[in-house]
């Protein structure tokens, strides 16, 4: 990649996507749709955000550092958990444990000059998801490793159904498709904030699949989704092509640091 710097131009597909020009209607009619869809599916998605050349030579880049990215192989239930409640029955789903394997690249590990950290940092890219979300503001996370992330599932690698622990939203940005498999479904809505729903989450579990959807990601896009109560989990890769996406962090509030405890478990940072 050419080590000057790169416009913003050069990264997003502005043409599609004004992020440079919030004042247009076309910017104001585009976050109202992704706002309506985010509210009716829990996910919007906007293909071609990234341009085509900027992914490749990312996506090349992060083949390169696999070697020192962390490895995550385990057992855990929908909760992210991993050990079981013995006081519940073997079917509950706190006792339902499934693999998860994928290899987790942390921002430490991206080049200063990557073109992700460029996105992540630019002020428009924050409003843009902010405005979204329904946010006044998002300010990025400031801990060393967990802001920019790629996640990335080899042959065979998986993520089992889960719900994300913390965060209201979850912004993903593919960097590369697997030659097949490593899909990504999701149950809308499968608890509230007020009904845990066990029955429907057990059944869900035991391959009722009646309300999994498959969201599409196609290289380049942006995904945004709510997946606190809406179950999702990526399907094992099929092919030697790695499958990576791109996760980006952004806090409602400035200064936000990582637990350590949580990057020595992700990212395998020890000594902190
Ligand atoms: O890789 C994906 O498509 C989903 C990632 C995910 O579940 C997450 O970041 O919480
Ligand atoms: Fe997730």
Known sequence: MDKQ????????DLSRYPLDRSDSADYQSLVASKQKDLEQQQYCGMPGFLIDARRQEIAAAVENRQEHTNRADNQRNIYLEQKPSDSLPDD????????????????????????LRDLYYWQPMQQFIADIVGEPHLYPNADPYQPVNVLCH?????????????????????LQA???????????????DSDPNYAGIKNLLQGDESKVVQVSRSEGELVIFRGCNSAHRVTPVVGSRRRMMCVMVYETEPDVLGDPVVNETVYGIKNL
């Open 5 to 12: 710097k790169l416009n913003i131009e050069q990264i997003i």
């Open 178 to 192: 697997p030659e097949s498999g490593g899909q990504f479904h999701m149950a809308p809505n499968t608890r509230s």
């Open 92 to 115: 509950h789903p706190k006792n339902v444990f499934s693999r998860g394997c994928y290899n987790m690249m942390g921002t430490h590990l991206l080049q200063q000059d990557s073109p």
């Open 154 to 174: 080899g042959e065979g690698d998986r993520s089992a159904w889960h719900f994300d622990s913390s965060n209201a939203f979850t912004l993903t940005l593919m």
